[in-house]
């Protein structure tokens, strides 16, 4: 039976130009044919770039999602608006990650930025990785039953995710 309320995520990082847009695809594509209620997933970030990363929309393409026209979203765009579950996807070595006030809950699935490799052979296969990566997360985060989770379940589910899978 589905939820005639989506569960919201949102996808944050600091340039919303490669692992938060790959999420936000992930989530929306997968997402909207979850059995126990679609979800609906948006993403942005602390300082946008001025695109969308081309190894991003190329790797989705790859796996048969069409992402051309995206724009890096501000965090000040999506302000206000309510969300169940915020994930940050930041590298905690190289970045500060945005935090974002009345979310439900909040959790932190660091990764390195694919973007870092300039090379195009090290670029393709990072982003493979990253998308790999956040398929295996964003899967076992929708075979979760998101709407019967209180926050803090909500909380300790997700964040299990990033520490074991």
Known sequence: MSSAVPFRVLVLCTGNSARSQI???????????RAAGAVEAESAGSRPAARVNPHAVDTLAAHG??????????IDEVAGRPFDLVITVCDNAHEAC???AGARAQVHWGLPDPADETEPVAARRAFGETYAELERRIDALLALPLEALDDSALRASAQRIHDTV
């Open 23 to 33: 999420a936000e695809a992930l989530l929306t594509t997968r997402g909207r044919t």
């Open 65 to 74: 999602i069409a992402w051309d026209g995206r724009v890096p979203k501000s």
């Open 98 to 100: 945005p935090f974002f």
